[in-house]
T-cell receptor, first 114, second 113 residues
Framework: DAGITQSPRHKVTETGTPVTLRCHQT?????MYWYRQDPGHGLRLIHY???????DKGEVSDGYSVSRSKTEDFLLTLESATSSQTSVYFC?????????????FGPGTRLTVL | QQQVKQSPQSLIVQKGGISIINCAYE??????FPWYQQFPGKGPALLIA?????SEKKEGRFTISFNKSAKQFSLHIMDSQPGDSATYFC????????????FGKGTLLTVNP
């Protein structure tokens, strides 16, 4: 457990509404990631951050944006939620100061878009 | 394009048996191959990992076998227990890629008592 919390843990929203998911970490890890997990697709990278204000796209970034104004917080925003974005979202961090570069995952946020 | 292919999708094993999950990769730049274990309602957690300079790594009942020439690696769970029932993901990354992981699609393991 790398001290990663995600909020909210569950959310139901309607198509077209904006949604922001928050990831908070207490380990001062430089790298942070947002994944989505869907049956039959495994974990797919949405966006990642390699430092404050430094972010880049993953393989499924369309419809999502991110921001990182502080080391400990990484926000994922769905500007206008669609039903295809119903999923479980996981945040992860990497401690690049260790030789193993293990990714630590948060508990996830279950998002339902009606 | 799926860069890490994982099989089988699901696996049922009797208690005490051996569970084997296989993965194949395409990108020869990959140099780190972790396996993650995920229980229902939880985030994935690192189980065991290997780098391609060794062909096998063992930690307790869990072993990774790695075949660099075939671009394949597998997870073996010896003496499988009902508590091992979970979803297992293989993954791969290359060191110069901001530690991004490419995951397989997962294997749901059920160990019957």
């Amino acid at each position: 457990d790398a001290g990663i919390t995600q909020s909210p843990r569950h959310k139901v929203t309607e198509t077209g509404t904006p949604v922001t998911l928050r990831c908070h970490q207490t380990e001062n890890h430089r790298y942070m990631y947002w994944y989505r997990q869907d049956p039959g697709h495994g974990l797919r990278l949405i966006h990642y951050s390699y430092g404050v204000k430094d972010t880049d796209k993953g393989e499924v970034s369309d419809g999502y944006s991110v921001s990182r104004s502080k080391t400990e917080d990484f926000l994922l925003t769905l500007e206008s939620a669609t039903s295809s974005q119903t999923s479980v979202y996981f945040c992860a961090t990497v401690d690049d100061r260790s030789s193993y570069n293990e990714q630590f995952f948060g508990p996830g946020t279950r998002l339902t878009v009606l | 394009q799926q860069q890490v292919k994982q099989s089988p999708q699901s696996l049922i094993v009797q208690k005490g048996g051996i569970s084997i999950i296989n993965c194949a990769y395409e990108n020869t730049a990959f140099d780190y191959f972790p396996w993650y274990q995920q229980f229902p309602g939880k985030g994935p957690a690192l189980l065991i990992a290997i780098r391609p300079d060794v062909s096998e790594k063992k930690e307790g009942r869990f072993t990774i076998s790695f075949n660099k020439s075939a671009k394949q690696f597998s997870l073996h769970i010896m003496d499988s227990q009902p508590g091992d029932s979970a979803t297992y993901f293989c993954a791969a990354n290359s060191g110069g890629s901001n530690y991004k992981l490419t995951f397989g699609k997962g294997t749901l393991l059920t160990v019957n008592p």
